[in-house]
Each structure stands twice: as C-alpha cells, then as structure tokens.
C-alpha cells in the first residue's frame, strides 16, 4: 500500500499525555474524533478496540454521507462513548488494576483457585469484575481463615487512595 501514501509528508509533530484514571468526557474537538485507547487506555481492551473503531468509522461515513464532517455529523458516536465508558465505575476497575501492584503472584493464584465454578460469559470488563468480585465474595471466608493477611490486602485496595494504589504506573 505504500504507493497510496507515495506523496506523503510530515505536516506536524504533536506530543500527548496519557490519563489512565478516567476517560476522556469528548471524544470529539477541533474535527477530530479521537477513539478507542487514544481517548482511555482501558478502554475495553482488544474487543472494546474494535468495537471503537466499528462504531467511529460508521458515525464518520454517515456523517460524511449527510454532508455533516462535524461534531453534529458524529452525536451518535459520542452518545455512544458517553453511555459505553462514561457511566461505568471506571474508578472502581482501577481499583480491580491496583490489585497487580499490591498481591504478589502466590496471592493472586490461591485467590482465583477458589472460584471453582465457571463464570458467565461477558465481554465487558466492567461485567466482568462485577461477576468476579461477587464470586471471590462469596469465598472470603475461606480466605479469612486461611489466608488473613490476603484480607487485609483487599482492604488496603478498598481503602487506600487511588492516586497512592497506582503509583507504580507513574513514569
């Protein structure tokens, strides 16, 4: 495909910062649609990627179709991101994140041993914790008997801030 792009050249150098702690609130500013990890890293990962991509390239050729390459001509995109990432407990998913930087690799694997049953299939990440934070619930008192210095580990990550839980991310 390089021929396609055979008069190509460098108009600008732009930098970015990256925020993992929420997503952004408009994915849309000065004509520019910005979607799928550009807009949140943790957006939803690979399958929440795709579903990005589908939903920004359909919005933008209906919008280019109306005669609308605005903001106007993508609303249902935007919509869509607010409803899909916005009204998560996107805070609360950190959290399930800090769990990496506070257990060590033992207490992860004797965790989910314990769920021994399958969980429902769900590709939404949000669902996803939801359905294993109620499945390790129902173990805790297992836990607390056998292991409970894990206990007090959850509650480090339910209580710490999140800033402090996250540190380990931080460049």
Known sequence: F??????ARL????CAVLNILSPIEDPFCDNVLVIGDAAWNFEAEITGAIMCGWKAANAITVALRDNKPSGEGVA???EWWRESFLR?????????LALLYVFNAGDIA???SLIDKPLPCTLNPHKLQELMNAAI?????VIQTQRP????KFRQIAE???EELLKPLRC
């Open 76 to 78: 249902r995109y935007q």
């Open 11 to 14: 108009g600008a150098k732009q």
């Open 160 to 162: 710490d801030p999140l």
């Open 88 to 96: 998560n407990d996107y805070r609360g998913y950190l959290r399930g």
């Open 2 to 7: 390089s021929s396609w792009f055979a008069g």
């Open 149 to 152: 210095d894990i206990i007090a």
């Open 110 to 112: 004797y965790v989910y």
């Open 137 to 141: 619930g129902e173990k805790m008192t």
